[in-house]
């Protein structure tokens, strides 16, 4: 969905106000493809602020369909984003927080919101805060139960003391 912002950014104290619905039904990154199982409206109030600026200012919450980080159990990720950003024709300083629009003018809501997906897109997700994960050895979910591995791991630094009593040991 694209919205034509020449009004905005030429008339001093200009200001819109927009409800859109969201049209992307999966978030794909590198991390993989999440579903979008439900989204409200993308809401936006786009105001002018300045020769060739406006500043844009919304929200919208998503649900995804994602993995446990430590079980891989399917967990529902609710995440809520609030934005506040400068929209500018063509940005001046390269390290500025800016979008820049297309040469129409216009700016592009669902790149814009894969965007601050991206940036605001939680570290670590878990099913639950105390998840256990998964048995490094035989890949049981441990939130389930023991698995019975043996999963003791010794120290390195005392490999060779190990190896010591390992050729003098009797049999």
């Not at 060739?52 to 919450?61: C, D, I, Q, S």
Request: hydrophobic content about 35%.
């Amino acid at each position: 969905m694209l919205i034509n912002l020449s009004d905005v950014l030429t008339s001093e104290g200009m200001q819109i106000s927009r409800e859109l619905p969201l049209e992307m039904t999966c978030f794909e990154s590198r991390m993989g493809s999440f579903p979008i199982t439900a989204s409200t409206p993308v809401s936006l109030r786009i105001r002018n602020a300045g020769a060739g600026k406006a500043r844009l200012e919304g929200g919208v919450k998503l649900t995804f369909q994602t993995g446990c980080d430590r079980c891989l159990t399917e967990v529902s990720t609710e995440l809520e984003l609030r934005f506040c950003r400068t929209v500018v024709l063509k940005a001046e300083d390269e390290d500025a927080d800016e979008l820049e629009l297309t040469e129409e003018r216009q700016l592009d809501v669902e790149t814009f919101v894969h965007n601050e997906i991206l940036v605001n897109w939680p570290a670590k997700i878990l099913c639950k805060e105390d998840c256990r994960g998964i048995c490094p050895v035989c890949g049981q979910d441990l939130n389930k139960g023991e698995c019975g591995c043996d999963t003791f791991v010794p120290d390195p630094r005392m490999a060779v003391i190990q190896d010591i009593f390992n050729k003098n040991k009797e049999v």
